[in-house]
């Protein structure tokens, strides 16, 4: 059989088409993957919280949910800033809600101490960046739970979290912590952490440790897939705030103003 | 032929001197003490049997750590049927000393300290009246 340079070519073409076009079909359907927005299916309970930070305010004074945290889970208190561990701690109003700013606020509303944690969101971003599965969002109640055996330290996942909950052990937190509990772990040098709703003591059928210790009753801990809930009829009676959903992570920690 | 009794010498020095490792190692043996273990006083039973603790005690403590931290469960069913939580300092060492168990054996097989201790909590250094469990 004779074949022509011309002909040589298109079958040349075709044939490389058909090999190519499975690979170039997976591709595109992967691109169109990545570009939807990655809901998540949110299966068993959402935990989360609602803090009304008038109560708090009637306590200005009041530490308790922070020491409380800080016993149960061996979190060191450094002085010097930098090396500073965080699970639950105030910042200013204008730091927690940025775009809740307007030219007229009331007095002091600015400057008021506002409790920040983790926010545990229906899409965290640390859980997407984490390199070696040290974080996730568990599929039954919506934690975004830590494993500190596997956190390598790289930090990725405190540069994805717009909220700044997680601090970085920078030196062996042993070295701040007074007495110890001895049934919780401490951290290492070199590891991330975070406020994780304390899913030990949930095990237990217990609150978390600063909910518990809130005696103003100004942290209310549930889950929201629950129509009965607590903290379901109180967010559908009242008016509360997150902190910057326009971001899209879904923060599951609700505010009262 | 003459010198049969020569070579039978040298020969049986030889096999004597080639197995003389064999031999000072059985010599060796025979006086060797084994780590100075305490043994918690009131409890007998253990989460698996000894022999089994001895040699895969190491795998034991990382199934727990993956069912613990990873997939939510918190209880082990041990092979006498009790059932035990799954915690190094709460559990393990409610019944050991880790400086007079872990340490001394760990110590004498020549096997580093795990890094286990970097986190995990020795209650000994914590609650030194609690450390062991009297009995009630």
Not at chain 1, 78 to 97: G, M, Q, S
Not at chain 1, 185 to 212: D, I, M, N, S, Y
Request: proline content about 7%; glycine content about 6%; overall charge positive.
């Amino acid at each position: 059989m004779k074949i022509s340079r011309k002909q040589f070519l298109k079958l040349t073409g075709a044939s490389l088409l058909t090999l190519s076009g499975g690979k170039l079909w997976s591709a595109l359907a992967y691109a169109g993957q990545a570009v939807a927005h990655p809901v998540q299916l949110i299966r068993g309970k959402q935990l989360a919280m609602l803090i009304d930070t008038r109560k708090c305010a009637e306590h200005p004074d009041c530490t308790g949910c922070i020491e409380a945290c800080a016993k149960a889970h061996n979190i060191p208190s450094f002085k010097n800033p930098a090396h500073e561990v965080k699970w639950i701690w105030t910042e200013p109003f204008e730091n927690v809600f940025p775009t809740e700013e307007t030219r007229f606020m009331p007095a002091g509303l600015k400057e008021k101490p506002v409790m920040v944690l983790c926010n545990h969101c229906d899409n965290p971003p640390c859980v997407r960046v984490c390199p070696t599965g040290a974080t996730w969002k568990r599929e039954d109640d919506g934690i975004v739970m830590m494993d500190w055996h596997r956190c390598i330290g790289c930090r990725y996942c405190m540069a994805a979290c717009p909220y700044g909950s997680r601090s970085f052990n920078w030196v062996d937190p042993r070295t701040a912590l007074g007495d110890l509990n001895p049934v919780f772990p401490t951290r290492t040098k070199g590891v991330v952490e975070k406020c994780t709703f304390c899913p030990e003591r949930l095990a237990k059928g217990q609150l978390p440790a600063c909910v518990e210790a809130c005696s103003a009753g100004a942290l209310l801990f549930g889950d929201l897939n629950d129509p009965a809930s607590a903290i379901r009829t109180q967010l559908e009676t009242q008016r509360t705030i997150r902190r910057r959903p326009e971001l899209g992570t879904g923060p599951n920690v609700y505010y009262v103003i | 032929m003459r010198d049969r009794a020569w070579i039978l010498l040298g020969l049986g020095a030889f096999l004597l001197l080639l197995s003389s490792p064999l031999w000072w190692n059985m010599r060796a043996r025979a006086g060797l003490k084994g780590p100075d273990l305490v043994s918690p006083a009131d409890q007998k039973d253990c989460v698996l049997p000894a022999h089994e603790m001895n040699v895969s005690h190491m795998q034991l403590l990382l199934q727990w750590r993956d069912k613990v931290v990873r997939q939510e469960i918190h209880s082990f069913k041990a092979y006498d049927g009790k059932v035990y939580d799954m915690r190094l300092s709460g559990t393990c060492l409610s019944c050991h000393e880790k400086a007079k168990f872990c340490d001394r054996c760990h110590a004498y097989v020549g096997v580093k300290t795990p890094y286990c201790w970097d986190c995990h909590i020795d209650p000994a250094q914590t609650r030194p009246a609690l450390a062991r469990r009297s009995p009630q």
